[in-house]
């Protein structure tokens, strides 16, 4: 595996893939590698020929009050994690590079932006996409990978991707989970045990609200009352937001219309844990 964290160097490297006609597909990431990120790599490895992933803790997505200087960190670990996943290139730049001193250029996805994260975390989508664009344009791969864990960036991207005609095929993959349910996150490294016990409130909440439309409630109002209610009953939890609404458009409605998207975001103490799931019919 290639360890690169030179811009010019990257593209090179890409750009003679691709003049051998091999397809590239990155995972873009932000490093301390789980099951989840490396399940990303397992399907990128059986979409293309060359594998590359990014390595980049993107200040531009983090607010002023959030967790860039303690975000988890240990890229020995993931280069090693990397390579036994049959990485070709894992590409760690630095953020002076990426963002020059007269940075002044932001991409900004408005309506998909707007909801749930977005509304929480102002300017977090902006960096997002920005970010994004700028790994599509430096690695210029044929497909990319991003797990529906973040569903609300996923439809970013997708967005982002149509609206400037970004010539990379967008994949998802599955949220990984743990044994009992809680989605895989570099962030649940910030939990203590006791807090570890509270994070699985969010997949309970899911649980239930997989419940409830299946017995034939379609009050949204019904339903999100009663999960705030679950949420609320685990200790140290905190509820920032619960969507239950339309996966493609973001907006939501007083009745529940199957497939719904049910998305929440959810304090353990201090520690912000986001969880996400597609509700259908039956
Ligand atoms: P991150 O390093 O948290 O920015 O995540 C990098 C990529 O991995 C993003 O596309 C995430 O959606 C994806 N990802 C993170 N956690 C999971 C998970 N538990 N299951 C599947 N994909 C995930």
Redesign the pocket.
């Known amino acids: 595996m290639i360890k690169i964290s030179d811009i010019t160097e990257m593209r090179r490297l890409a750009l003679s893939w691709r003049q051998k006609g091999l397809k590239t597909v990155l995972?873009?990431?932000?490093?301390?590698f789980?099951q989840?990120?490396l399940?990303?790599m397992d399907m990128a490895r059986s979409l293309g020929q060359k594998v590359v992933v990014s390595l980049f803790v993107n200040p531009a997505q983090f607010g002023p009050a959030e967790d860039l200087d303690k975000y988890p960190r240990d890229i020995e670990r993931d280069v090693r994690l990397a390579e036994q996943h049959g990485v070709d290139c894992i590409f760690i730049p630095d953020a002076s590079d990426i963002y020059n001193a007269q940075h002044q250029t932001w991409i900004e996805v408005t309506e998909v932006s707007r909801g749930l994260c977005g509304a929480s975390r102002p300017g977090h989508f902006r960096g997002v996409a920005t970010v994004v664009a700028k790994l599509f344009n430096i690695v210029q791969p044929d497909m990319a990978?991003?797990?529906?864990?973040?569903f609300q960036?996923?439809q970013v991207i997708r967005t982002m991707v149509r609206d400037l005609d970004i010539p990379v095929e967008i994949k998802s993959?599955?949220?990984?989970?743990e044994p009992d349910g809680l989605?895989?996150?570099?962030r649940n490294s910030y939990l203590s045990p006791e807090e570890r016990k509270t994070a699985v409130c969010l997949f309970r909440a899911i649980q239930l609200a997989r419940k409830m439309i299946a017995d034939g409630e379609r009050n949204r109002e019904t339903v999100v009352k009663r999960l705030y209610e679950l949420i609320h009953s685990y200790k140290d939890a905190k509820v920032d937001y619960i969507f239950l609404g339309d996966p493609e458009t973001l907006a939501e409605n007083s009745h529940i219309s199957p497939p719904a998207l049910l998305a929440l975001a959810v304090y353990v103490n201090r520690t912000r844990l986001i969880d996400n799931c597609i509700i259908s019919a039956d």
Not at 27 to 32: A, D
Not at 183 to 186: D, E, F, I, Y
């Open positions: 995972v873009p990431t932000m490093g301390f789980h989840g990120h399940s990303l990978v991003f797990g529906e864990k973040d960036q996923l993959h599955p949220t990984v989970r989605a895989m996150s570099s």
